[in-house]
């Protein structure tokens, strides 16, 4: 069975926590990449930022249901979820819009397994680590390659 360590990308574009937003577009355009890998500053794996976090950064606010009573204003919503919504829509660098938390995976990790991961979370992107140091990337081309 193949693992990682077979079908990842070794050659890992990254990005910083700390980079405009304006480098993302840019970056997807001209590499043809789903998401990529945010460091933080110890060049840890912190999260990843995706094509469609650049998108949801450009899409309508829904302002949540709220109930006055009494002196309290009660959400009906989640009132983090909409603080995070304004956060992304008014942020101009990565951290303010990657995936904290991103799900990685081992060198080690099976083909079947990467396959089940990505399905199961809807994620497309998936950092290989060898213990916490970044050595590799699998995204959807990598996967469809090795399937093939």
């Not at 789903?34 to 995706?50: E, F, I």
């Not at 650049?54 to 204003?73: C, G, R, S, Y």
């Amino acid at each position: 069975m193949k693992t990682a360590r077979d079908i990842m990308t070794k050659n890992v574009v990254t990005v910083r926590k700390d980079q405009p937003i304006s480098d993302l577009s840019q970056l997807f355009i001209k590499n043809h990449f789903n998401g990529v890998p945010v460091l933080d500053d110890t060049g840890k794996v912190a999260g990843v930022v995706t094509q469609g976090d650049l998108i949801e950064q450009n899409k309508n606010l829904h302002i949540p249901t709220v109930i006055a009573l009494f002196d309290a204003v009660l959400f009906i919503d989640s009132e983090k979820k909409f603080e995070n919504d304004v956060k992304k829509l008014t942020g101009s660098i990565i951290e303010d819009i990657y995936q904290v938390d991103a799900i990685t995976i081992s060198m080690d990790a099976e083909l079947n397994e990467i396959t089940t991961i990505m399905a199961n979370n809807d994620v497309h992107t998936l950092p290989v680590l060898d213990g916490d140091k970044l050595v590799g990337i699998i995204g959807k081309k990598d996967v469809i390659r090795a399937l093939s």
